[in-house]
């Protein structure tokens, strides 16, 4: 096997150059920043899981004992608005795409390291104005909040909440323009666009849809709040307003927010399986182009979420059809890693479970998705729980798999730890077991009619709520494992050398943790992506950093 | 592999550890700040947005409430910010060719249009408060009502479309003043640090790159003036 030697690790990593509360929170490093964006992302995903299982255990019983239809209400707008707002649209993109865009491009840091830590600042922001309307008396109106319910009737902290929203659209917004910009002028000499690794690509599609959908929904929930408080009227239709408006709007950031969950995870997907198939990706610029094509498609197909909203039957007919062919480019990107795993020497380590797993739930995720762009199927699943399962097979399925998948690969060079293998790998099936008990019924349960966002249904409905219920047991058992165990990992696990799994990427040829700058020196690169070739060829030339190569 | 190798401009104060040198460090800023006007693009246009769908709803009430705003003081205002993009570009050029003086004299003019433009518009706002035109409940007791045989309102338009229009109105040319005041901000910081003489004909980036900023919302304006005060003018009223 051959092996790729990176330098020998000195003492000083980014971990330990300084020392104190005051060097992490004024840091300009983008891995202590990404640290920073880890822990935060976590603490609102278990909040928003606490959600999740009040929601599951209110389920259980047709009647509402647990909670009633008022509180009901709050709790899955909350599980929602935590988790698409401050779980799974900063998820992969603030944590591993901070910690390795500048990493695998050879750069020192991001182009922008003080705008970096400000968009953790402003997350951080509208996660307390957030938390203060979930403590103030929550807010009832769906993540969607659609008007004229949200401007008019409600009785909650729709204010509140829209306004922790709409500050922490700005700090995806910043993420997104300094990935762009990293990526256009910070890449080692050598590194060309098609040399970069495709978690690069797909990152650079994630900080398109970013920056061209963010700015949309702060326009559009700036617009809410105004007219909740001042009764202005654009989308009141009692003076002349239209509510549609403001699904178009809102759908328009929403939509395309969808692919800003899954796209990064798919950059993650692609790592892992070529790494640990150690084969090149199958048609690497098909991958590539097929992130930017998703990124493209996301923005002409919102309207399949207005098919029952009074919407022209043309435009539900082009909609639908553009909604379809968004499916072209995902399933290359499916075929592609299909194609990658034959005849590749692939290893069942925890990464790869769970992008082996992301496959599967994201294949059944998407297909499920076409029944909902056919205009006809769409009317019988409209609002019902074959529609929450759909999403959640990939939101969670995809989102969240990509994530802890990518999260344990980069783990050693994250933590300079090796996390427990045994547990990682237990895990790993244990999610995606109660995973899919979780959801999975809930498909049949949404076919057969039962409609989302109520407290109470009909009897016949309890088994699939009941199989549900008792997988999202499992599956809060299977997050909170890891939640230990790479904690633990970090004081007691073992120590990591600098590329545990044995690749050519560039994060891989520098120390475990890295220091502050990230490399020794300046790389030059003169490899291909995913090149498994003999050591003498992909040896690292450069010199110290006060000697900067030029690029090539 | 690279064959020749560049000297790491140490020693200049403005290049950032990060970089390698300041052309890099110049490239990323110009292009950030491209891609942020990108999302102000993104941000206006959704009320551009509304404004057009309103437009296209309610053409006769648009065009009476346009009537009512005031024109001479909108013409007035364009030009100013055009004059001002144009010390703007003084400013940047001087700077470039290593002028502090030029470009000192260019940045006050440019904060003083700013300014001027900022005054007009408050002019024009206090003139629809008097006549009661601000939208809603904005201005706690002072709801929009203004005087029906003032705005010439026509038969069949409703004074709730007219007021969608004014809210349009607000949202828009407020949205575009708050860009103004922070223009004007990010001015007077510029002028700080060239009276202490940072920027050369080395290191001009942020002067380039406000100047981006500054043309930008002067060009929202360029389209505000028309779509507000001239489109449909005539028609209606009167």
Do not use: C
Request: glycine share 10%.
């Amino acid at each position: 096997m051959e092996e790729f030697t990176p330098p020998v690790p000195s003492k000083i990593n980014y971990i330990n150059a300084q020392y104190g509360l005051k060097s992490w929170l004024l840091t300009k490093d983008h891995k202590r920043i990404a640290l920073l964006y880890l822990g935060s992302i976590t603490f609102f995903f278990f909040i928003g899981g606490i959600y999740a299982m009040l929601i599951r255990l209110e389920l259980l019983t047709p009647q509402g004992d647990l909670l009633q239809s008022t509180t009901y209400n709050k709790v899955f707008t909350q599980h929602g608005i935590i988790m698409v707002f401050f779980f799974l649209i900063p998820s992969i993109p603030a944590t591993l795409g901070n910690f390795l865009v500048p990493m695998m491009i050879g750069a020192k840091d991001l182009a922008f390291p003080r705008i970096n830590l400000l968009s953790w600042y402003i997350y951080m922001l509208g996660g307390i104005v957030t938390i203060y309307a979930l403590l103030a008396g929550g807010v009832d109106t769906g993540w969607t909040f659609y008007t004229p319910f949200s401007t008019t009737f409600s009785n909650s902290y729709v204010v509140a909440a829209g306004l922790g929203i709409f500050i922490n659209g700005f700090s995806s917004i910043l993420t997104g323009l300094n990935f762009i910009v990293t990526i256009h002028t910070m890449r080692a000499p050598g590194m060309t666009w098609f040399r970069l690794p495709l978690f690069i690509w797909s990152h650079y599609a994630t900080s398109l849809v970013m920056i061209l959908g963010t700015p949309v929904i702060a326009i559009t929930i700036l617009l809410v709040a105004f007219e909740r408080v001042a009764r202005i009227g654009i989308f009141d239709p009692a003076v002349g307003g239209d509510p549609v408006l403001f699904q178009h709007l809102f759908w328009f950031y929403s939509h395309p927010a969808v692919y800003i969950m899954i796209l990064p995870s798919m950059g993650v997907v692609s790592e892992l399986i070529a790494n640990f198939s150690r084969k090149n990706i199958f048609g690497y610029s098909f991958v590539a182009f097929s992130s930017l094509a998703i990124a493209v498609f996301g923005f002409l197909v919102w309207g399949h979420h207005l098919f029952v909203s009074g919407q022209s039957i043309y435009a539900g007919m082009i909609f639908s059809f553009l909604s379809f062919a968004v499916a072209v480019p995902s399933a290359i990107k499916v075929f592609n890693w299909t194609a990658t795993l034959y005849k590749g020497s692939i290893s069942f380590d925890t990464p790869m479970l769970y992008a082996l797993g992301f496959i599967g739930l994201f294949t059944i995720g998407g297909m499920t998705g076409l029944f909902l762009a056919t205009l006809g199927i769409d009317v019988h699943v409209t609002d019902t729980y074959f529609i929450v399962a759909h999403f959640h097979y990939i939101m969670v399925g995809g989102a969240i798999f990509g994530y802890l998948g990518g999260l344990h690969y980069w783990w050693p060079k994250i933590s300079g730890r090796m996390y427990p293998d045994g547990w990682g790998r237990f895990s790993a099936l244990l999610i995606f077991a109660g995973f899919n008990l979780t959801f999975f019924p809930q498909f049949v349960a949404g076919y057969l009619g039962m409609p989302r966002r109520y407290h109470a249904y009909p009897p016949e409905f309890q088994v699939f709520n009941v199989l549900s219920t008792a997988g999202a047991s499992i599956l809060a058992v299977g997050y909170l494992i890891p939640a230990v165990y790479l904690v633990w990992s970090m004081r007691y696990g073992k120590v990591a050398p600098g590329n545990p799994w044995n690749l050519p990427g560039l994060e891989w040829r520098t120390q475990s943790p890295p220091p502050t700058e990230n490399f020794d020196y300046t790389p030059v690169v003169t490899w291909e992506a995913y090149e498994f070739a003999p050591p003498e060829e992909t040896e690292v030339v450069g010199r110290f950093h006060d000697e900067v190569p030029e690029k090539v | 592999m690279a064959e020749s190798y560049v000297e790491h401009e140490v020693g200049h104060p403005a290049l950032q550890h990060h970089f390698a040198n300041l052309e890099q460090q110049r490239e990323a800023g110009t292009l950030g700040m491209w891609v942020f006007l990108v999302t102000e693009i993104m941000f206006f246009g959704g009320m551009f947005l509304a404004y057009t769908l309103y437009r296209s709803k309610y053409p006769e009430a648009f065009a009476i409430a346009s009537n009512h705003l005031d024109i001479k003081l909108g013409a007035i205002n364009t030009a100013v910010l055009i004059f001002s993009s144009f010390t703007m570009a003084m400013a940047v050029y001087s700077t470039q060719i290593g002028k502090r003086r030029a470009q000192i004299i260019s940045l006050v003019a440019t904060i003083i249009l700013g300014l001027a433009f900022l005054g007009i518009k408050a002019v024009e706002y206090y003139q629809k408060y008097e006549d009661h035109l601000i939208p809603g409940s904005l201005i706690p007791g002072n709801p929009f009502n203004p005087d029906p045989h003032a705005m010439h309102l026509t038969q069949g338009v409703l004074m709730q479309h007219v007021q969608m229009f004014y809210w349009i109105y607000f949202a828009m040319t407020g949205m575009h003043a708050l860009h103004m005041i922070i223009g004007v901000g990010l001015l007077s910081v510029l002028l700080y640090f060239s009276v202490k003489g940072r920027y050369s004909p080395e290191y001009h980036n942020p002067v380039e790159v406000i100047g981006l900023y500054w043309h930008f919302v002067d060009i929202v304006w360029i389209f505000l003036f028309p779509l507000l005060y001239l489109l449909g003018r005539h028609t209606g009223g009167h």
